[in-house]
């Protein structure tokens, strides 16, 4: 006769579960990006066909350009307003990234060039000559 004994499954082991959830989520936090900047103009990226992609980022200003006026970071600016935000963020940055500031003009594709242009007028003479256009690259 053979006997059948009835064998308990053993529990599951929960006690590294905490250490896989905290790891888990201290991944996303590393490599998500949060967005520093409240767009507060109305902006639609354009296209080009030699869009690349900036290296360092330290010494870089954004430049809105849109429906809603100028903004430069999270400030709504006048253009006559424009040299004294300059000035003012240029003062804050360490004498080696003065040197590298760098204006990243993202304007809406259908923004004027005569506006852009009193704009690029601003910078130069707030000495901001450095400007890059932001685009998305055609597909």
Known sequence: MIRRTSHDLPGLNLASMPDLIFTVLFFFM??????DVDLKVKYEVPAGTE?????????????????GGIQIDNELVTLQ?????????????????????????????????????????ELQKAYAVKVNYAGNSEK
């Open 30 to 35: 590393i490599v998500t990006h949060m967005r």
């Open 81 to 121: 307003g424009i040299v004294p935000y300059i000035n003012q963020v240029r003062q804050g940055l360490s004498p080696e990234n003065q040197e590298r500031l760098t204006i990243s003009l993202k304007a809406d594709k259908k923004t004027p060039m005569g506006l852009i242009a009193d704009v690029k007028r």
């Open 51 to 67: 869009v690349k992609k900036m290296n360092q980022k330290s010494a870089v200003i954004n430049l809105y350009l849109g429906e």
